[in-house]
């Protein structure tokens, strides 16, 4: 198994800019969610799915837009990036029937000039 | 707001010495998590703990949930190089699906 993986590891926009960052999971998961890092600030959820067709907001949601429209995918949009999205983000997923125990991909740095 | 306050922020040892970090809130939490970040990578869960007064080990680490399950400790004996990272707690409010972060814990072991 894969685990979780995403693309690209690395990415430099200008502002304006759009861009999608994707997610696949292999481990048949049902919840997926995305966050961001950023020193100082620790890990805050953009976005969540429990289940294909169905997201929901996190605690920083504004400038991002998901969709699920299958299990393993849950990729993260960002229509028109700006200076205070250069973070690095994380995508992770969890199985339904556990304490919610995160599986996180490796990591995509963004920088927005 | 950040519900999960760890400390310290920062912590460098030598190779051999104990540590323990913290992480504290006033908020009552259903389950807790620690998870172990290393450099350019993702977080990896270390333990998940549930009941309160709960202690579990895993080799060197051990973990602790407070009675009232609003806290824990992570402690670390005989520190190894190996052990340098970023320590992050989480907690579970309720049945809810969100994860509180807290900042984490910076260790760094030298040899």
């Known amino acids: 198994n894969a685990g979780v993986t995403q693309t690209p590891k690395f990415q430099v926009l200008k502002t304006g800019q759009s861009m999608t960052l994707q997610c696949a999971q292999d481990?048949?998961?049902?919840?997926m969610s995305w966050y961001r890092q950023d020193p100082g600030m620790g890990l805050r959820l953009i976005h969540y799915?429990?289940?294909?067709?169905?997201?929901d907001q996190g605690e920083v949601p504004n400038g991002y837009n998901v969709s699920r429209s299958t299990t393993e995918d849950f990729p993260l949009r960002l229509l028109s990036a700006a200076p205070s999205q250069t973070s690095v983000y994380f995508c992770?997923?969890?199985?339904?029937?556990?304490?919610?125990?995160?599986?996180f991909g490796p990591g995509t740095r963004l920088t927005v000039l | 707001t950040q519900l999960l306050e760890q400390s310290p922020q920062f912590l460098s040892i030598q190779e051999g010495e104990n540590l323990t970090v913290y992480c504290n809130s006033s908020s009552v939490f259903s389950s807790l998590q620690w998870y172990r970040q290393e450099p350019g990578e993702g977080p990896v869960l270390l333990v998940t703990v549930v009941t309160g007064g709960e202690v579990k080990k895993l080799k060197r680490l051990t973990f602790q949930f407070g009675d009232a399950r609003k806290d824990s400790s992570l402690h670390i004996t005989a520190a190894q190089p190996g052990d340098t990272g970023l320590y992050l707690c989480?907690?579970?409010?309720?049945?809810?699906?969100?994860?509180?972060f807290g900042k984490g814990t910076s260790l760094l072991v030298t040899p």
């Open positions: 799915s429990v289940g294909a067709g169905i997201t």
């Open positions: 481990m048949n998961h049902e919840y």
């Open positions: 989480a907690g579970a409010l309720g049945s809810g699906y969100a994860l509180n």
């Open positions: 992770a997923s969890s199985y339904s029937g556990g304490r919610n125990e995160q599986f």
